[in-house]
């Protein structure tokens, strides 16, 4: 708990010193405004929108998005460097290395490490023209290889190799997962390999013959 509190602090001051660094442009924030009231940024304040339906609309109506991580968050990356792309904006996010794995940096995504970097390339992509092509291959990019559907298959191929006994799944905490499995490949239209898994669990795990047995209906 205490450890969380701190995580929090601290990632609320690098975000004050990052907008404070940047202001002599002009700056939009999005989220909980009341924090933001009591640090006097010279920030245009704009409250909580809906993820889903309200903040497509913002990202492609910014010039320029930031994103800096939570500061806990040392490795991997949020979710922004794939939403903001993929509404053909454009992005600029604090370097993680598993990034180099996912985008082409400078012409796909820009990246930065300290705030210094950050002030010349919100300076430099200020000209639209300047960004006009990493949105579109940015928004390429996403499509060709990033979406929900592309990580939850690289999710089923990692795990489809594990060989689980009969004996393991008779815990139900065992047996969820298998469950969870089976309902993405059925999702997908996977029914002959969502089976498998189903069948693998109904004679074992036998407080989720409920939930099992709806699975099994979607296939029929």
Known sequence: MLAEIIERRISKLLRLEMVRSLDKFTIALWGDIEEWKKTNVKAKLCGRVSYFENMPRVISGSNININISRVQQRSGTNQ????????????????????????????????????????????????????????????????????YK???????????????????????LNARPILWISEALIESGRFKEALKYLKIVSGTAIELKEDINLLLNKIQ
């Open 80 to 147: 922004r460097p794939f939403d903001i792309p993929a509404c053909k904006a454009f992005l600029i996010t604090d370097y993680k290395e598993e990034l180099e794995d996912m985008f082409d940096f400078e012409s796909e995504i820009v990246t930065y490490k300290n705030l210094d970097e950050l002030q010349r390339k919100v300076e430099y992509y200020s000209d639209e023209s300047r960004r006009i092509s990493i949105i579109e291959k940015g928004y390429e990019k996403v499509l060709a290889k990033h979406t």
């Open 150 to 172: 592309h990580r939850m298959d690289e999710v089923i191929n990692t795990i489809q190799w594990i060989q689980v006994e009969d004996e393991e799944l008779t815990n139900p």
